[in-house]
């Protein structure tokens, strides 16, 4: 079996939800060993939510955040939990905590705790707002993060009431900044030796990922204005109305402008004051619609997308996700996945959005039943020399 790149590096996942377990997920994807650290009884809050269920308790949106992870549950607040924990962090090599600033601290597990431990050890949190600044205090969930970093202000029609990016940006986003940081700082830790504190925030994600909506603001001094689907730097990118619906084009410079214009028959907009260079169309792009508007009506979604394809016009339907996922694009790279599971049966989740060609990511773990590998974490701390085994452990 091939050695994945991550195979070795243990990473203690002591985070609910979604920020830090889609974190943690994306390392025991590369081949870590995740142990999932819950509390007793409940667990993750996400294994009771959702207002649906497959077969058993635990809902499809754990499922879907938390495959290739260990469970334990300990109880951070009682002193003989908390040694287990210090017994896994001599242990590991990466921990992920994402309650609200100070809480680790308070629970004895915070930065200067475990790394007193483990000096080696990289320490990531991730919050609503960051470890600093004057809000630092504030609960954090992703709509808030949009909100206050600026991108509901941008997301949706003009006129429109706030729209919320239907992907949870800084939830997902921090997460993967916080799996890159994570990476980083163990490529780091083997030129220095030692671990390091990694601050991630969902309003950093959401920001951090407004690249083109803040660069607009500096360029122009003006916030960005809601535009529905249009595209701030080029036109037309966007949705369009064909005979029996929407569908995407993407004439996203000049050479393709003239190009969809040629498959148009509307050679005559080339010359238009209104469109002659990209920035024209953008600064006119309802006017340019509204030109372009006429003729998309004269065929289906199909007949467009195929003939703007032949002619090396970026274009697509638009897709729900049933047909997204159903789609034979998505088999071909195999981004659904069948897991095996002890309550559900099988189970569908997403696959691996990046390939690696040389150690392939596999499903080596389900998403854990609470508390699944307790016992066996423990033991492996007893047979390490890190923890006493416990009377009743002893007798079996």
Same mark, same amino acid.
């Given at each position: 079996?091939?050695?994945?790149?991550?195979?070795?590096?243990?990473?203690? #996942?002591?985070?609910?939800?979604?920020?830090?377990?889609?974190?943690?997920?994306? %390392?025991?994807?590369?081949?870590?060993?995740?142990?999932?650290?819950? /509390?007793?009884?409940?667990?993750?809050?996400?294994?009771?939510?959702?207002?649906?269920?497959?077969?058993?308790?635990?809902?499809?949106?754990?499922?879907?955040?938390?495959?290739?992870?260990?469970?334990?549950?300990?109880?951070?607040?009682?002193?003989?939990?908390?040694?287990? %924990?210090? +017994? &896994?962090?001599?242990?590991? #090599?990466?921990?992920?905590?994402?309650?609200?600033?100070?809480?680790?601290?308070?629970?004895?597990?915070?930065?200067?705790?475990?790394?007193?431990?483990?000096?080696?050890?990289?320490?990531?949190?991730?919050?609503?707002?960051?470890?600093? *600044?004057?809000?630092?205090?504030? /609960?954090?969930? #992703?709509?808030?993060?949009? +909100?206050?970093?600026?991108? &509901?202000? +941008?997301?949706?029609?003009?006129?429109?009431?706030?729209?919320?990016?239907?992907?949870?940006?800084? #939830?997902?986003?921090?997460?993967?900044?916080?799996?890159?940081?994570?990476? *980083?700082?163990?490529?780091?830790?083997?030129?220095?030796?030692?671990?390091?504190?990694?601050?991630?925030?969902?309003?950093?994600?959401?920001?951090?990922?407004?690249?083109?909506?803040?660069?607009?603001?500096?360029?122009?001094?003006?916030?960005?204005?809601?535009?529905?689907?249009?595209?701030?730097?080029?036109?037309?990118?966007?949705?369009?109305?064909?005979?029996?619906?929407?569908?995407?084009?993407?004439?996203?410079?000049?050479?393709?402008?003239?190009?969809?214009?040629?498959?148009?028959?509307?050679?005559?907009?080339?010359?238009?004051?209104?469109?002659?260079?990209?920035?024209?169309?953008?600064?006119?792009?309802?006017?340019?619609?509204?030109? &372009?508007?006429?003729?998309?009506?004269?065929?289906?979604?199909?007949?467009?997308?195929?003939?703007?394809?032949?002619?090396?016009?970026?274009?697509?339907?638009?897709?729900?996700?049933?047909?997204?996922v159903n789609s034979d694009h998505v088999a071909a790279r195999n981004m659904?996945?069948?897991?095996?599971?002890?309550?559900?049966?099988?189970?569908?989740?997403?696959?691996? /959005?990046?390939?690696?060609?040389?150690?392939?990511?596999?499903?080596?773990?389900?998403?854990?039943?609470?508390?699944?590998?307790?016992?066996?974490?423990?033991?492996?701390?007893?047979?390490?020399? &890190?923890?006493?085994?416990?009377?009743? +452990?002893?007798?079996?």
């Amino acid at each position: 079996m091939l050695m994945l790149p991550l195979a070795g590096i243990r990473v203690l #996942d002591i985070s609910q939800v979604m920020a830090g377990p889609f974190c943690c997920m994306l %390392l025991g994807d590369l081949g870590a060993d995740v142990v999932k650290i819950e /509390p007793p009884g409940v667990g993750d809050s996400t294994r009771r939510s959702m207002g649906f269920r497959l077969k058993g308790e635990d809902s499809p949106g754990f499922l879907a955040l938390n495959r290739n992870k260990r469970s334990i549950t300990l109880d951070l607040k009682n002193p003989e939990d908390r040694d287990v %924990l210090y +017994a &896994l962090a001599k242990t590991a #090599d990466v921990v992920v905590e994402n309650g609200r600033p100070g809480v680790a601290q308070r629970l004895g597990m915070g930065y200067d705790k475990l790394s007193e431990i483990n000096p080696r050890i990289i320490y990531a949190s991730i919050s609503g707002f960051g470890q600093t *600044g004057p809000w630092s205090q504030r /609960p954090g969930f #992703d709509l808030i993060a949009q +909100a206050m970093s600026g991108v &509901l202000s +941008a997301t949706g029609f003009p006129d429109s009431e706030p729209v919320k990016n239907v992907i949870p940006v800084g #939830d997902l986003g921090a997460g993967m900044f916080a799996c890159y940081g994570i990476l *980083g700082a163990l490529i780091g830790r083997e030129k220095t030796g030692k671990g390091q504190f990694i601050d991630a925030s969902l309003f950093e994600a959401a920001l951090g990922l407004s690249v083109w909506e803040t660069t607009e603001y500096w360029g122009t001094g003006k916030s960005p204005a809601r535009l529905g689907s249009a595209n701030r730097m080029s036109a037309p990118y966007q949705a369009v109305v064909a005979k029996d619906g929407y569908f995407v084009i993407g004439a996203a410079n000049q050479k393709l402008w003239l190009s969809l214009l040629e498959v148009m028959d509307r050679q005559e907009l080339a010359d238009d004051p209104r469109f002659v260079k990209n920035s024209d169309r953008v600064a006119n792009h309802k006017a340019l619609i509204a030109e &372009l508007a006429p003729t998309f009506l004269t065929r289906t979604v199909d007949e467009w997308v195929e003939a703007l394809l032949a002619a090396g016009i970026p274009s697509g339907p638009i897709n729900d996700y049933e047909q997204a996922v159903n789609s034979d694009h998505v088999a071909a790279r195999n981004m659904v996945q069948d897991i095996p599971h002890p309550v559900e049966g099988t189970f569908k989740a997403l696959g691996f /959005p990046v390939k690696l060609t040389g150690t392939p990511q596999q499903v080596r773990y389900p998403p854990p039943l609470l508390n699944e590998h307790g016992q066996q974490i423990r033991q492996e701390l007893v047979e390490k020399g &890190l923890l006493q085994a416990q009377p009743e +452990a002893a007798a079996e």
